[in-house]
């Protein structure tokens, strides 16, 4: 069931591991920190689009990262949206070989990916609205949707996340 924190709705396991790691900060550099918290994710400072490499790709503004270091509360809505992120499972197609997360300057976030298939590299960047119940819900529908269209233009399903 989602929950509510700050601007963002995020899982009720998100929110608990976000309030219990707060508490482990200990003020030093906040990529590192999340670096930690977050293995399987690669964090970097900036919001360029399609930047970085492999899976699991996350892009966050400088200024927010100020304000996760300055603000607890903001440090546990940004590190519950994270918990989430880490946890989806959308970057299990072999055709992606690249794909990632961006959280800029406002908060807003996207995600993009790049994948390659038999008629060339393909690129994808789409919002998401973590002011929505369900903005995971909106990966799946983008996957189901670019699913559908792959699957019109080539006998082999290619899909982008």
Known sequence: MPVKVGQSYVSEAALSFAQASAEEYDGGNILKDLA???PNLKFSAGTAPFSGSGKGNVAISPK???EMQENPDKRVEYEALLYDVANLNWNNNPTVKSSGVIID???GMSMWSISKSDDGTKRAKSPLDRNNKSWWQQILDSLSER???AAEKT???DVLI
Do not use: E, N
């Open 105 to 107: 300057a406002d908060g």
């Open 147 to 149: 699913r559908r269209a």
């Open 36 to 38: 930690k918290k977050f």
């Open 64 to 66: 927010i990262l100020r």
């Open 155 to 157: 006998s082999r399903v």
